[in-house]
């Protein structure tokens, strides 16, 4: 069974910076693209970044291009999302997902002063 536990949200002031965990099981993450979405309150789901399996490649939205830094480390089966210069407009739940859009249960981000 493929699990995604997603960790590293919480509260911080604009401008202030986060790292986001998600930490996989039940599957070969090491094969396996992966993805960071967002859904911010009263919206939908956002994609906010992608990986490919040798972190050779990385993709992002334009709003966290030059901010967010996407990250993966294999032999740890951890998938990472740095979050600089945050923005209240950056508050939602962050979720990760497999190539296949299964996702964790998410992480709260919170950016308010």
């Known amino acids: 069974e493929v699990q995604l536990v997603e960790s590293g949200g919480g509260l911080v002031q604009p401008g202030g910076s986060l790292k986001l965990s998600c930490a996989a099981s039940?599957?070969?993450?090491?094969?396996?693209?992966m993805k960071w979405f967002r859904q911010a309150p009263g919206k939908g789901l956002e994609w906010v970044s992608t990986?490919?399996?040798?972190?050779?490649?990385?993709a992002y939205t334009d709003f966290a291009k030059g901010r967010f830094t996407v990250s993966r480390d294999n032999a740890k089966n951890t998938l990472y999302l740095q979050m600089n210069n945050l923005k209240p407009e950056d508050t939602a739940v962050y979720y990760c997902?497999?190539?296949?859009?299964?996702r964790g249960q998410g992480t709260q981000v919170t950016v308010s002063s």
């Open positions: 039940g599957f070969t993450f090491s094969n396996s693209i």
């Open positions: 997902a497999t190539d296949s859009n299964i």
């Open positions: 990986i490919n399996r040798g972190s050779t490649m990385t």
